[in-house]
């Protein structure tokens, strides 16, 4: 027996998440609480690296003045390798609340996220000025969060990068792809990383494509918004973060003004 929907305000939508594979449970569960249904149709899964250099490349990290980590995959995958320790005097940030309570979960208490849980966010918590000099963590992967790294590097930080899993791509087979073009609208697309979203674009047929586009997206930055409406999409909404019920509160139903944040 399923629990009834807290709300019916999103009955009858579908929710289309570009989550990896099996992470798709938080942004279910969240739909579901107003009434959505949801559609996995993941770009990548995730692989944790191991190696000499990718090890070393982790201890470099730690070892920094500030260490940051993007995402909770980050944190799994680095403490898969190694014991996650904070040293005297370290200052240690997470991209969002999600990263920050899986530092949590592993000892790391007194970890700053930003209330933006975007990179511009976590940015804000670093002022370039007090950068110069200082060495930075940066516990990752491949890809993503380009504009932390250039930001960084642009500002003087001594730059110690430990791309501690990776993103392998995933292609939807057809049978999946005619699943989800005989949906029926409305659909809703939550945006939370540009890069997935261009990768799924880019390995869509022309008519599923068309179909995605008519989708009203959910963005969790203006930025993402931005690139949004760059591929294409013109029904945009962009949300206060990247929390599911958060993107899901920025939606717009017919006949309704837009959800209340949970």
Excluded: K, N
Aim: charge should be positive.
């Amino acid at each position: 027996m399923h629990a009834a929907p807290a709300s019916s305000l999103l009955a009858g939508y579908y929710v289309i998440s570009l989550r990896p594979v099996g992470a798709h449970v938080a942004l279910r569960r969240a739909a579901a609480q107003l009434g959505a249904r949801t559609f996995a149709l993941s770009p990548w899964r995730i692989v944790q690296r191991d190696g000499p250099a990718v090890r070393a490349a982790l201890r470099a990290a730690l070892g920094a003045d500030v260490a940051i980590f993007t995402s909770p995959p980050a944190v799994a995958a680095a403490a898969a390798l190694q014991r996650l320790e904070r040293r005297d005097g370290q200052d240690w940030l997470a991209v969002g609340a999600g990263t920050a309570a899986a530092l949590a979960a592993q000892g790391i208490a007194r970890v700053r996220a930003p209330t933006r849980m975007d990179s511009e966010g976590l940015l804000a918590l670093l002022p370039a000025s007090r950068l110069a000099g200082r060495s930075v963590g940066l516990v990752t992967a491949p890809g993503g969060r380009g504009v932390i790294a250039a930001t960084l590097e642009a500002a003087g930080a001594g730059l110690r990068r430990a791309d501690v899993y990776a993103r392998v791509p995933v292609r939807p087979s057809t049978r999946r792809l005619a699943v989800l073009q005989a949906l029926p609208a409305p659909w809703l697309l939550p945006v939370s990383s540009g890069e997935a979203l261009t990768s799924m674009l880019a390995c869509l047929p022309g008519p599923v494509l068309a179909r995605l586009h008519r989708a009203q997206v959910l963005a969790a930055s203006a930025r993402l918004g931005s690139l949004a409406r760059d591929l294409g999409f013109d029904d945009v909404r962009v949300a206060c973060d990247a929390r599911p019920a958060s993107l899901l509160a920025a939606a717009r139903p017919a006949r309704h003004d837009a959800l209340p944040v949970s």
